[in-house]
T-cell receptor
Framework: EPEVTQTPSHQVTQMGQEVILRCVPI?????FYWYRQILGQKVEFLVS????????KSEIFDDQFSVERPDGSNFTLKIRSTKLEDSAMYFC????????????FGQGTRLTVV | AQKITQTQPGMFVQEKEAVTLDCTYD???????LFWYKQPSSGEMIFLIY??????QNATEGRYSLNFQKARKSANLVISASQLGDSAMYFC???????????FGQGTTLQVKP
């Protein structure tokens, strides 16, 4: 069964460093998303991406964050100058080209900023 | 504005019994979807069930059913014949028909007792 793949599963970084979280969405999906879950809290929407551009972003997704689809398969989230409060689980998700269908989530990348 | 609320932080259920997890929502979108995801302690997000706002019948998926009451803006998840493996965090989510983003509730932790 096709699945969304995220790498790495766990990333530890020094405060102030840049990190890139990688995702390979399901191949025939057209909508891509990043979500964040701070430990013990709810899952928060960061950004949606369609047709090679951001279709919507939350207020969390400020200039520190950027997304890219550098080739036909990868979808990346870059966090510049990481802060302690960026420590969270980051989920990538993708969904097929149909209205209101389920989003398939990757297994997540746990980011720890020290 | 879209909003989704899960008022039960934690629930207990005896093995083999049924349990209802509450979810209420608010949206101005004429077309939307309601989703339930399960998050076990390992952290991944597992899709359980989906209800479209125009669906006439309540969704069912194996032991999961969704009690959708559109006028009351509620979409409660019913798990029948609970199993020990059902112990997890459960999130209700509201899907936007425009961008496909999901707005998650705060989650309900379900513990199944043997």
């Amino acid at each position: 069964e096709p699945e969304v793949t995220q790498t790495p599963s766990h990333q530890v970084t020094q405060m102030g460093q840049e990190v890139i979280l990688r995702c390979v969405p399901i191949s025939n999906h057209l909508y891509f998303y990043w979500y964040r879950q701070i430990l013990g809290q709810k899952v928060e929407f960061l950004v949606s991406f369609y047709n090679n551009e951001i279709s919507e972003k939350s207020e969390i997704f400020d200039d520190q964050f950027s997304v890219e689809r550098p080739d036909g398969s990868n979808f990346t989230l870059k966090i510049r100058s990481t802060k302690l409060e960026d420590s969270a689980m980051y989920f990538c998700a993708s969904s097929p080209p149909a209205e209101n269908t389920e989003a398939f989530f990757g297994q997540g990348t746990r980011l720890t900023v020290v | 504005a879209q909003k989704i609320t899960q008022t039960q932080p934690g629930m207990f259920v005896q093995e083999k019994e049924a349990v209802t997890l509450d979810c209420t929502y608010d949206t101005s979108d004429p077309s939307y979807g309601l989703f339930w995801y399960k998050q076990p302690s390992s952290g991944e997000m597992i899709f359980l069930i989906y209800q479209g706002s125009y669906d006439q019948q309540n969704a069912t998926e194996g032991r999961y059913s969704l009690n959708f009451q559109k006028a009351r803006k509620s979409a409660n998840l019913v798990i029948s014949a609970s199993q020990l493996g059902d112990s997890a965090m459960y999130f209700c989510a509201l899907g936007s028909s425009n961008t496909g983003k999901l707005i998650f509730g705060q989650g309900t932790t379900l513990q199944v007792k043997p």
